[in-house]
């Protein structure tokens, strides 16, 4: 198993890609603990992970709000107090606010930057001390960092997960001389709750321009599972990349490709 004897932190881990990375971080034999703000959801994401996982892998729960400090604390404290260093560290929490620029409230720009940007930044910070010398730390992005699609205002999240893009590269000079691995996931359209969610409060007609436009544009016909996100973050989770940093990976179907 590739990541036997590994433990890995996972945020956002309860459902959607979080949830699949944990499944996949498991089955290879990792410790995991995941991260998330519903108990309820955590509590069925645990009895899905334990299912899965063999031998002495441990499934842990953590019910702590990351867009507020006193969330990130708790999640510290968690680690501390465990006593065991920490080998993977997954950034995936995230919400999007899909937008039009001229009606992005003060209120929505704080929270997905409390969220998408602030928690990943200070959660790394806090659990520095507890990460291996041979850590990786995984950010979660997106292709709508570097590419939009019309119709679709992104000015808030593209936002977001630029600065998360921007973040990987410099932790990955900032903590190489640790040790430490720093890479980001950039996933085009993925079928998760938080999309289809999106895609609901949108008129009927977008949604069938937005569905239209996904046929005939991504290279290989479809939209991502979560399950393809999964298998880039074992790879980087493992000791197969141990000589890679500073990478953004597009796991998006080709899309970003042309």
């Known amino acids: 198993m590739r990541l036997h004897g590994k433990r890995a932190l996972i945020t956002g881990g309860s459902d959607g890609i979080g949830l699949a990375i944990a499944e996949a971080f498991v089955r290879e034999g990792a410790g995991v603990l995941i991260v998330g703000r519903d108990a309820g959801k955590l509590e069925t994401a645990r009895d ?26 708790a999640v510290a404290a968690h680690i501390s107090q465990s006593g065991r260093p920490l080998d993977v560290l997954v950034n995936n929490a995230g919400v999007a606010y899909f937008v039009p620029f001229e009606a992005v409230s003060e209120e929505e720009f704080q929270q997905s930057f409390a969220l998408n940007v602030t928690a990943a930044f200070f959660l790394t910070q806090r659990l520095l001390p507890h990460l291996g010398g041979s850590a990786s730390v995984i950010n979660i992005s997106s292709y709508f960092a570097n590419k939009m699609i019309p119709k679709r205002p992104s000015s808030l999240y593209s936002l977001s997960k630029g600065a998360m893009n921007s973040l990987t590269k410099s932790l990955a000079f900032e903590l190489g001389p640790h040790g430490i691995r720093v890479n980001a996931i950039a996933p085009g359209t993925v079928d998760t709750a938080m999309r289809r969610k999106s895609i609901v409060t949108l008129p009927q007609q977008a949604q069938d321009d937005l569905t239209a436009y996904v046929e005939r544009s991504y290279p290989l016909g479809r939209i991502g599972r979560p399950s393809d ?21 597009a796991v998006d179907g080709g899309y970003t490709a042309g």
């Open 48 to 73: 899905t992970l334990t299912g899965e996982a063999k031998g002495g892998d441990t499934v842990e729960t953590l019910s702590a709000d990351l867009a507020a400090s006193a969330g990130i604390d």
């Open 229 to 249: 996100i999964a298998g880039m973050a074992v790879y980087l989770a493992s000791d197969e990349a141990a000589w890679t940093s500073g990478a953004i990976f």
